[in-house]
């Protein structure tokens, strides 16, 4: 695989509109790339991007190393997308079978797995069809690959309990959460996995979950079947979870209100280590950068991409995006320069080979303004003549 250093993007992020969207910081500029090159129109909301994974994630699925990458659409194709040449022509998987939408998926060597909300977990050898290799149950909400091991994944959702996955033997989960104890009034206690991830250093043996009552809960598969450690953040569903690589302790959560706050298990009483502001709606995705430490990006309903330091409460960079961003990827690449006075501009040739396939995104809300009848100014505004009437004589009462 060539170094990433050649790449032109620092992360991707794929929207609601079916488009990837490179971006360059610290300038914060914008290369769309349409995943339908077939299509007349730009906006294609039945292939929006829901998952977006790289084709080498067995080294680390939540950063790119290659510039080939994986997009699982709505309409239940996969898109195999070389981000370093504009030429090259879309490769495309089909996933028949199960309901719903994609929540995960992963590179197995030259293999594609990836999962769905009725619970299927698909396999594509290479190019060939999907095989229906094993059910996570319904309500599937995530499904998360290791980070040290390909093999391993994770699964969760609504009334789904955590379970760990190998792929070398997929008939059944190595690992098979067991739900807390009935309350007081011995009433069973709700299940809703809404974000999960791994802790690194662990060899993918611990799991860290996000709920949407508002809980986090550390699992040790190795130990027990219930979670080690939990605590409680704010009132509201959580919807991010990620775990530094530079540091297991340090937790990124985000919720639906767009509260984010940085979090280290090591304190005994559950507080933020710093709350982080900007967040103007629900959060979609927080992710840590895997080679910058203490920098994360979060991306949510306002549309904005944020980045931070975690030195730091306000975001050292906003980038609005015009569309629903739903899923984040970091490159590998560094951020030499926080100023964008100092950001290097391209050579004339690679401008012109990055414009091939990148394309200007229109705002959804042209189409309105387009629909409405215009104002001619020249035609002289209708008046009315207002008269008013006199007030009627009171008559005098004979005596």
Not at 52 to 71: G, I, M, Q, V
Not at 234 to 254: Q, R, Y
Request: glycine share 8%; with cysteine; charged share 25%.
């Amino acid at each position: 695989m060539d170094n990433l250093g050649n790449l032109s993007a620092h992360l991707y992020i794929g929207c609601d509109t079916g488009l990837l969207k490179g971006i360059r910081l610290p300038a914060g500029s914008i290369a769309n790339t349409a995943t339908d090159s077939a299509s007349e129109s730009l906006v294609n909301k039945d292939r929006a991007v829901d998952v977006l994974f790289a084709e080498n994630a067995s080294d680390a699925p939540h950063s790119l190393h290659s510039h080939k990458l994986r997009l699982c659409l709505k309409n239940r194709d996969i898109v195999c997308l070389n981000v370093a040449d504009a030429e090259e022509p879309f490769a495309r998987l089909s996933v028949d079978g199960g309901e719903g939408r994609f929540v995960g998926g992963g590179m197995v060597e030259r293999n594609t797995v990836t999962a769905v909300e009725s619970g299927h977990i698909f396999v594509n050898e290479g190019m060939q069809r999907s095989k229906n290799v094993a059910s996570a149950g319904v309500g599937l909400a995530r499904f998360i690959q290791g980070r040290n091991n390909p093999k391993y994944f994770a699964s969760g959702g609504r009334e789904n309990h955590l379970k760990l996955w190998d792929l070398s033997a997929p008939a059944s989960p190595v690992f098979t959460a067991k739900n807390l104890p009935d309350d007081k009034l011995r009433l069973t206690v709700p299940t809703f996995i809404r974000a999960l991830s791994f802790r690194p250093s662990s060899d993918d043996r611990i799991i860290l979950t996000a709920t949407g009552y508002h809980q986090v809960q550390l699992y040790d598969t190795r130990v027990q079947r219930r979670p080690l450690r939990s605590f409680t953040y704010g009132e509201d569903p959580l919807t991010s979870l990620d775990v530094s690589p530079h540091n297991p302790d340090a937790i990124l959560l985000a919720n639906r209100l767009g509260k984010v706050a940085l979090f280290d298990w090591r304190g005994t009483k559950a507080l933020p280590v710093r709350a982080f502001t900007g967040s103007q709606g629900s959060v979609k995705q927080a992710l840590f950068h895997p080679r910058e430490a203490g920098v994360f990006g979060v991306i949510g309903m306002d549309r904005y991409l944020r980045v931070y330091r975690q030195e730091q409460k306000a975001p050292v960079k906003e980038v609005y995006l015009k569309s629903q961003p739903l899923c984040l990827l970091w490159t590998d690449e560094v951020v030499k320069s926080w100023n964008s006075d100092d950001e290097p501009t391209d050579s004339v040739d690679e401008q012109v080979a990055d414009t091939k396939r990148k394309i200007s995104e229109p705002d959804e809300d042209d189409g309105v303004w387009n629909t409405m009848q215009t104002v001619d100014d020249q035609k002289r505004p209708v008046t009315t003549k207002i008269t008013r009437q006199k007030p009627r004589k009171k008559s005098k009462l004979k005596d």
